[in-house]
């Protein structure tokens, strides 16, 4: 008896598919990273001005991590966000997963050597801006998941990072900035954060190595 080849094909499709999923495992994505074109307008539009109140800088002027949903606060959530196969416990911690970090590349399996970066620095948003402020402004910005302000990175790059603008700090990866110079431009945008003119001057270079 001859066998009809539809059962086989159907099942090399689906095998096709399942192996494609796992070949394209999820990765950080912040949401509202806008076109090379927008950002671009973005960064036309933004003040240009020297910073400001360094001096008076304070962390706890920007709450955060808030409750975002249950038990899960801003941290957590973008730790879900940005990894794969994350799996939390009943007071929503990161037990087992891993993450990306596309500032340099990295991947880790354990959460306690991931850190939220925010992409423009609290200190940075003080400086720029911030220091006029309510603080429940400030703490709508440290926890802003709407923009694209939040992500999940390796901590000591974080770290490294600090406070630092795009004058002084890139990430590592080359081709990752591009990306990030949409994001920091779509924050500074969204909150009507100023720009020193060597910041500028940085992401139009970054934004010019954009495709789109």
């Given amino acids: 008896m001859r066998l009809s080849p539809r059962p086989l094909i159907a099942g090399l499709t689906a095998g096709l598919i399942t192996i494609g999923l796992l070949a394209s495992p999820a990765q950080a994505a912040p949401t509202g990273i806008p076109s090379k074109a927008t950002a671009q307008t973005y960064l036309n539009a933004l003040t240009v001005a020297a910073e400001a109140n360094a001096s008076t800088y304070d962390r706890d002027l920007f709450p955060h991590w808030i409750t975002i949903s249950g038990t899960c606060n801003t941290r957590e959530t ?7 196969n994350v799996v939390t416990s009943s007071a929503c911690a990161a037990t087992s997963g891993s993450w990306y970090s596309p500032y340099d590349g990295a991947t880790w399996t354990a959460a306690s050597d991931v850190d939220i970066d925010h992409v423009v620095p609290l200190a940075e948003a003080w400086r720029s801006g911030a220091n006029a402020w309510t603080t429940s402004k400030r703490q709508s910005f440290a926890n802003d998941l709407t923009r694209p302000q939040l992500i999940a ?3 000591n790059v974080n770290q490294s990072k600090s406070d630092q603008d ?3 700090w890139q990430p590592s990866v080359s081709s990752y900035r591009c990306t990030y110079a949409k994001m920091w431009i779509a924050v500074k945008y969204y909150w009507a954060l100023k720009l020193q003119s060597s910041e500028k001057t940085a992401l139009q270079t970054m934004l010019n190595t954009c495709s789109s």
């Fill in 153 to 155: 990175v390796t901590d």
């Fill in 78 to 84: 973008v730790l879900k966000r940005d990894g794969t």
């Fill in 166 to 168: 795009p004058s002084t």
